[in-house]
């Protein structure tokens, strides 16, 4: 059985940083391009970020990009999303996913980010 | 940036009906690579179609999915109570992948 655990959320001030995490397993972890996807309360799905099964290309949604950063253990089947000057635009909860050639199968449960001051 | 419409906003339908759904895309969605997610309250999405067309494992054959080009559609030829819930289409043509905005199905 395919499981992605997301970690790392809580509530921080604007302009702090969190860093999420995402454990796989049931599945070959560094053979998948790892998405992260967040959902604002109340709102739609909305893409975030992508890495390759190696670590080697990763792709940013315009609104993160220089503020987000993708990254990958594949030695600890392990997903991370190190995110920077946070504001109130970026409370949501977010999702690891996989599963797919861009589109998403699996899915985590989520782990929450609040960004208030 | 592909941007996709969902139309329409709600869908207010009965047990039993005919529900149709409708994705439409700023450009061409080629490959016919857009996918359709249902999502329920506290849950995360589910992937129901890919591919515009192929049904997921394990996903009731009541939902269908068609379409190319920059038009497509989600069927589900006869609700279910279960299937009363918000709809996503995403595309995965570029590497900036985009969700439409959402529909949901509401019992009438």
């Known amino acids: 059985e395919v499981q992605l655990v997301e970690s790392g959320g809580g509530s921080v001030q604007p302009g702090g940083s969190l860093r999420l995490s995402c454990v796989g397993s049931?599945?070959?972890?560094?053979?998948?391009?790892m998405h992260w996807v967040r959902q604002a309360p109340g709102e739609g799905p909305v893409w975030v970020s992508r890495?390759?099964?190696?670590?080697?290309?990763?792709h940013y949604a315009d609104s993160v990009t220089g503020r987000f950063t993708i990254s990958r253990d594949n030695a600890r089947n392990t997903l991370f999303l190190q995110m920077n000057r946070l504001t109130a635009d970026d409370t949501a909860l977010y999702y690891c996913?996989?599963?797919?050639?861009?589109?998403?199968?699996?899915w985590g449960q989520g782990a929450l980010v609040t960004v208030s001051s | 940036e592909i941007v996709l419409t969902q139309s329409p906003g709600t869908l207010s339908l009965s047990p039993g009906e005919r529900a149709t759904l409708s994705c439409s895309a700023s450009?061409?969605?080629?490959?016919?690579?857009l996918a359709w997610y249902q999502q329920k309250p506290g849950q995360p999405p589910t992937l129901l179609i890919n591919?515009?067309?192929i049904r997921a494992t394990g996903i009731p054959d009541r939902f269908s999915g068609s379409g190319s080009g920059t038009d497509f559609t989600l069927t589900i030829s006869r609700l279910e109570p279960e299937d009363f819930a918000v709809y996503y289409c995403?595309?995965?043509?570029?590497?900036?992948?985009?969700f439409g905005g959402g529909t949901k199905v509401q019992i009438k």
């Open positions: 996913t996989t599963g797919g050639s861009g589109y998403f199968k699996y």
């Open positions: 995403q595309h995965y043509v570029t590497s900036q992948l985009t």
């Open positions: 890495i390759k099964p190696d670590g080697s290309t990763t």
């Open positions: 049931g599945f070959t972890f560094s053979e998948n391009w």
């Open positions: 591919g515009a067309s």
């Open positions: 450009q061409s969605v080629t490959n016919n690579y």
